[in-house]
């Protein structure tokens, strides 16, 4: 089973600054089967990026995907009120789906 | 406009069964590039994926729960369902049903997400 870690924990920010928000893998994910959710409080999760790199539908622009291998990030390039949740990793491979355990950006 | 939707009983007891029904409601569940899946969330803390289904009835689930957990469908209904048996504490957690859907990649390549989800229902197993 590859588990995903995620990096870091909390960041805390403020509206219009940038943030990284980093994955590692313990094996490589195979052709990049990689996604990224976001999560607000009492909400289910909401897919943003999958294959490592490509916008679900209607996600906006300021959110971007890229990475390979073992190292993914999500970048958000400028910060709006309504960004700031915790934010997951999945991969999937050998026929199983895992999640990291989150960061939460504040 | 899809919608899914969750139910059944809030709370379950020790050693008995977790039993619950996802109501697909625009009638896609036998759609071809869907599968329909389940992903369960512990008050608190991190999602864990714990299974899926195929309209034709072909299962994948989580090998942590391989043991205790089974999902079926009813395409007549437009349901599909969770059982999970011998439940724990442990087993409480908001529990979300989610379409799985075939997605093209900016590379081309087809794979597999969770792309639409419903809202979850809190599931606690308590005496």
């Known amino acids: 089973e590859i588990v995903l870690t995620q990096s870091p924990g909390i960041l805390s920010l403020s509206p219009g600054e940038g943030a990284t928000l980093s994955c590692r893998a313990s094996?490589?994910?195979?052709?990049?089967?990689l996604a990224w959710y976001q999560q607000k409080p009492g909400q289910a999760p909401r897919l943003l990026i999958y294959?490592?790199?490509s916008r679900a539908t209607g996600i906006p622009d300021r959110f971007s995907g890229s990475g390979s291998g073992t190292d993914f990030t999500l970048t958000i390039s400028r910060l709006e009120p309504e960004d700031f949740a915790v934010y997951y990793c999945?991969?999937?491979?050998?026929?199983?789906?895992?999640f990291g355990q989150g960061t939460k950006l504040e | 406009q899809l919608q899914l939707q969750e139910s059944g009983p809030r709370l379950v007891k020790p050693s008995e069964t977790l039993s619950l029904t996802c109501t697909v409601s625009?009638?896609?569940?036998?759609?071809?590039?869907?599968?329909w899946g389940w992903i369960r969330q512990p008050p608190g803390k991190g999602l864990e994926w714990v299974g899926h289904?195929?309209?034709?009835?072909?299962?994948y689930y989580s090998p942590s729960l391989q043991s205790r957990v089974s999902i079926s469908v009813d395409t007549s209904k437009s349901q599909f369902s969770l059982r999970l048996t011998s439940v724990t504490a442990t087993d409480t957690a908001i529990y979300y049903c989610?379409?799985?859907?075939?997605?093209?990649?900016?590379?081309?390549?087809?794979?597999?997400?969770?792309?639409?989800w419903g809202q979850g229902t809190l599931v606690t197993v308590s005496s």
């Open positions: 294959g490592a790199s």
């Open positions: 289904i195929y309209y034709s009835g072909t299962t």
């Open positions: 625009d009638g896609s569940i036998s759609t071809t590039s869907y599968f």
């Open positions: 999945q991969q999937y491979g050998r026929s199983l789906y895992t």
């Open positions: 094996q490589s994910v195979r052709s990049n089967y």
């Open positions: 989610a379409r799985r859907s075939l997605m093209t990649t900016v590379t081309g390549t087809a794979q597999y997400y969770f792309d639409f």
